[in-house]
């Protein structure tokens, strides 16, 4: 089946400083990709959606400029949180739709934040 | 207001005993629902995908059901194994274009204990 990997999976950082999350479909071509928050014992938020070659489109009440992605190619997005702040702890999870088939998503295993 | 609920919040049963989740959803129009198995700090994995004309599916020692007239689906686990410890999501998809959108149930916590 189609992978998705994230990279890295842990990372932890200073309050004030930039993270760059990279989302890459290893054995096929996705023009969407998607990028999800999750909280503890919550289920997944919706954050954007990147198409490749354009803007993402996010979802109300997330700050875009705050959290920049770019989907350069094909096969890889990435989301950088800047400034970021001990609230922007959480579990990032990003998944790919596979080329041609508008049905299946395919996730990521995650990249866990923790910024003191 | 297009929403997915799930029930229980979460379930602790014994090794090898039978459980059922479910899923009420008011989403519309309809495209699929999908279960998700997610395990701790990992990406949800899809169990099973069901479509307006499907009843039931099964894979493996899961079986979902779909009942779109009253929209509701279940998904049932047989035998239980310790790893089938997880959480199991619910996601219906509303509409039928390629820029429709997901919508996320909040998801069941299992626990199988020995």
């Known amino acids: 089946g189609a992978v998705v990997s994230q990279h890295p999976s842990r990372v932890i950082c200073k309050s004030g400083t930039s993270v760059k999350i990279e989302c890459r479909s290893l054995d096929f071509q996705a023009t969407t990709m998607f990028w999800y928050r999750q909280f503890p014992k919550k289920s997944l938020m919706l954050m954007a959606t990147s198409n490749e070659g354009s803007k993402a489109t996010y979802e109300q009440g997330v700050e875009k400029d705050k959290f920049l992605i770019n989907h350069a190619s094909l096969t890889l997005s990435t989301l950088t949180v800047t400034s970021a702040h001990p609230e922007d702890s959480s579990f990032y999870i990003c998944?790919?739709?596979?080329?041609?088939?508008?049905?299946?998503?395919?996730f990521g295993p995650g990249t866990r934040l923790t910024v003191l | 207001k297009n929403q997915v609920e799930q029930s229980p919040q979460s379930l602790i049963i014994l090794e090898g005993k039978n459980c059922t989740l479910q899923c009420n959803y008011t989403v519309s129009p309809f495209s699929n629902l999908r279960w998700y198995k997610q395990d701790t700090g990992r990406g949800p994995v899809s169990l099973t995908i069901?479509?307006?004309?499907?009843n039931t599916k099964s894979n493996g020692r899961y079986t979902a059901t779909l009942d779109a007239d009253t929209k509701q689906s279940s998904l049932h686990i047989t035998a239980s194994q310790l790893s089938d410890s997880a959480s199991y999501i619910c996601v219906v998809r509303n509409g039928k274009t390629s820029y429709d959108k997901v919508i996320f149930g909040p998801g069941t916590s299992l626990s199988v204990i020995p």
């Open positions: 069901m479509t307006f004309s499907e």
């Open positions: 998944s790919a739709r596979v080329r041609g088939v508008t049905d299946t998503q395919y």
